[in-house]
């Protein structure tokens, strides 16, 4: 340990210990794209989701047997940040002429047990459109 003098009195002087480096947040940050149209390709999704950041991954969610689309699909990001940006800037936007819709994606059972969910609901009127009823919803939010 080494002393140092203050005042003609010693002081011992410690040296804190290093904070280890944080880990590295391996996450992948995805989101849930829904309402597409059946002529959208992972290309396409590649197209619009890769101005707001770097993608780590695309899946476009096809029929086993038929191979056609079933109209959704998951964007995956490195980062929250970027995932977060999507959402918030391509939420309802047009893709191939069709609003596209989208939400975080709860792949976790320990993140749906938290009391976060989701509302379905259905026999709406065809002319109701994804972003009035996030309109209608969104007051609920917390």
Not at 7 to 26: C, G, I, L, M, R
Not at 43 to 71: Q, Y
Not at 72 to 78: E, M, P
Not at 121 to 142: D, E, G
Request: charged share 20%.
């Amino acid at each position: 340990m080494a002393v140092q003098f203050m005042f003609s009195v010693p002081v011992p002087v410690t040296t804190p210990k290093p904070k280890p480096a944080p880990e590295a947040d391996n996450r992948i940050w995805s989101l849930y794209v829904g309402d597409l149209d059946p002529q959208v390709t992972e290309a396409d999704l590649i197209d619009k989701f890769r101005l707001i950041g770097p993608i780590a991954s695309v899946r476009l969610c096809r029929d086993s047997f038929t191979g056609d689309s079933l109209r959704y699909a998951y964007v995956n990001f490195f980062t929250s940040l970027d995932a977060s940006t999507a959402l918030c800037f391509l939420n309802h936007k047009d893709l191939k002429g069709k609003p596209i819709r989208i939400m975080r994606s709860q792949r976790y059972p320990l993140t749906r047990k938290t009391g976060i969910a989701n509302l379905f609901v259905k026999n709406l009127h065809p002319s109701i459109t994804s972003a009035q009823l996030q309109s209608m919803f969104s007051r609920y939010l917390q």
